[in-house]
């Protein structure tokens, strides 16, 4: 999908629009519906698991993110900092009122670990007190050089969990739990088929001991997407904040800690990977309408079928609208829904009158079916919308397969990306500076370190023997 379609895709489905600031968009009531669809069935895993939510201040002290350079070196980058609280009218323009420059600037949160860490101190006192597992839904603020609508926004929605454990062993054990919790949401609900691994080195989040993340390609242009990561932040903020706890045996020790997230971004991938020529092809579980129902004429019989069906489509707790505006052709109405990625289309004419049925078209195949109108058709329609929900994450994953290559040498690697954009496997020898190189040269990064064989191999790259399998990719 290159960017014109991407762009106009977006627009022409009411997804979302730019403001007036570049790199910030408004996600309208269509994509908003999509990403509260999955906020909620996200957080009922969630819930399940034992996190609770809670809200955080968008605004941070400098003083705590200067408490983390000297410790950790961390510096923050792509940051929104407010210096002034008040305008002033200067030759009737507002210009910033100089005297109102704040005593301290503040950042716009591009993460919560500052704010959340230097909290914990005041909620963590003893053993009793832990594990801590919290989790907020909030927008932040990275001040983005290359945007692109959902993939890369100077500001986005998005999950972020926190887990502060009593030991090393419990917070890697959570972060086995919260690859679970991303591959049932990712694999179950979105269909997007993915990769998991590490990060290298250079690409881990800063003051983590290590980042695993969730990457995926496009349909078309297979470019890498990156769709959620963990990062395992050992003790490392405990110490910066003095995060303690007074453990059975009466000792003050450091907590540890984990941090993931899942932002926006999701919308994006989901476009990209599930379309087709005709427009968005939505997955059922996450669609905001999973069926539209069309009455071609304008007739009391039909008006008597879809009370009924609006009442048998309630109780089965399947999402649906009527288009009853005759105003507009159904020829008109079919485009802007199959544009719109809706599962099924329902359609009653005079045919189906006599017959007493609808007709069913399914947005993914586009086959029909003619279901009798009886008290059992819901389960028909389940059926069929669950057989939607399997194809779509079956075809995205064999397509994710056939962009996936595997190169021994750089020379072959050359060679192929020039002809092919998608996944490349290879072992690698460790090395930031060899792994820089390798992107000025191909534009190509590690999107993770996949394994490490038993068995050693030459690095396609500087021919050392080495274990370490990674897959490369394009992104954006």
């Known amino acids: 999908m290159d960017d014109k379609r991407y762009i106009d895709l977006i627009k022409s489905t009411n997804i979302a629009d730019y403001s007036d600031i570049k790199g910030i968009?408004?996600?309208?009531?269509?994509?908003?519906?999509?990403?509260?669809?999955?906020?909620?069935?996200?957080?009922?895993?969630?819930?399940?698991?034992?996190?609770?939510?809670?809200?955080?201040?968008?605004?941070?002290?400098?003083?705590?993110?200067?408490?983390?350079?000297?410790?950790?070196?961390?510096?923050?980058?792509?940051?929104?900092?407010?210096?002034?609280?008040?305008?002033?009218?200067?030759n009737n323009k507002l210009i910033v009122d100089k005297k109102s420059k704040l005593n301290e600037e503040l950042i716009i949160r591009p993460t919560s670990e500052t704010v959340i860490w230097s909290t914990l101190k005041r909620w963590i006192q003893s053993y009793r007190d832990l594990p801590k597992l919290i989790n907020q839904w909030c927008n932040v603020i990275r001040l983005e050089m290359r945007n692109k609508f959902f993939i890369r926004n100077s500001e986005f929605l998005w999950q972020e969990g926190h887990s502060i454990h009593s030991s090393k062993k419990e917070a890697?054990?959570?972060?086995?739990?919260?690859?679970?919790?991303?591959?049932?949401?990712?694999?179950?609900?979105?269909?997007?088929?993915?990769?998991?691994?590490?990060?290298?080195?250079?690409?881990?989040?800063?003051?983590?001991?290590?980042?695993?993340?969730?990457?995926?390609?496009?349909k078309e242009k297979g470019k890498s997407i990156q769709l959620a990561t963990i990062h395992y932040l050992s003790n490392n903020f405990s110490k910066v904040y003095n995060v303690k706890y007074t453990n059975i045996m009466g000792k003050r020790v450091c907590t540890w800690g984990t941090s993931w997230g899942i932002s926006t971004r999701l919308i994006g991938a989901i476009i990209m990977i599930h379309n087709d020529k005709k427009g968005l092809i939505l997955p059922p579980k996450i669609a905001p309408i999973q069926i539209i129902i069309l009455p071609l004429i304008d007739n009391y019989k039909i008006k008597r079928i879809i009370i009924y069906l609006k009442d048998i489509l309630k109780k089965s707790n399947i999402t649906f609208e009527i288009d009853d505006n005759f105003n507009i052709t159904p020829g008109k109405k079919f485009y802007k829904y199959d544009n719109m990625g809706i599962p099924i289309k329902l359609i009653i004419g005079i045919n189906e009158i006599?017959?007493?049925?609808?007709?069913?078209?399914?947005?993914?195949?586009?086959?029909?079916?003619?279901?009798?109108?009886?008290?059992?058709?819901?389960?028909?329609?389940?059926?069929?919308?669950?057989?939607?929900?399997?194809?779509?994450?079956?075809?995205?994953?064999?397509?994710?397969?056939?962009k996936t290559y595997f190169v021994k040498s750089f020379k072959s690697f050359i060679k192929k990306i020039n002809r092919n954009c998608g996944f490349y496997a290879t072992y690698w020898y460790s090395n930031s500076k060899n792994e820089l190189t390798i992107q000025k040269l191909t534009q190509y990064t590690i999107r993770c370190i996949i394994k490490k064989s038993n068995k050693k191999h030459k690095c396609f790259f500087s021919n050392k023997y080495t274990n370490t399998k990674i897959i490369l990719g394009k992104s954006y």
């Open 172 to 218: 890697l054990l959570e972060i086995k739990k919260v690859k679970k919790m991303y591959k049932k949401i990712l694999k179950n609900y979105l269909c997007i088929p993915f990769i998991t691994g590490y990060k290298t080195f250079k690409e881990t989040f800063l003051g983590a001991k290590f980042t695993y993340s969730f990457e995926t390609i496009t």
């Open 25 to 90: 968009i408004i996600i309208k009531p269509y994509g908003y519906s999509i990403w509260n669809n999955i906020k909620i069935i996200f957080d009922k895993i969630l819930i399940k698991n034992k996190y609770n939510n809670l809200y955080f201040p968008l605004l941070i002290s400098k003083k705590l993110f200067q408490l983390e350079y000297k410790t950790l070196n961390i510096i923050p980058k792509e940051c929104a900092i407010v210096t002034h609280s008040r305008f002033k009218i200067n």
């Open 354 to 402: 006599r017959n007493n049925t609808v007709e069913l078209i399914r947005r993914d195949t586009f086959q029909k079916y003619y279901l009798y109108i009886n008290n059992n058709i819901y389960i028909k329609i389940l059926k069929i919308l669950n057989s939607i929900q399997k194809r779509i994450y079956i075809f995205a994953k064999k397509r994710m397969r056939t």
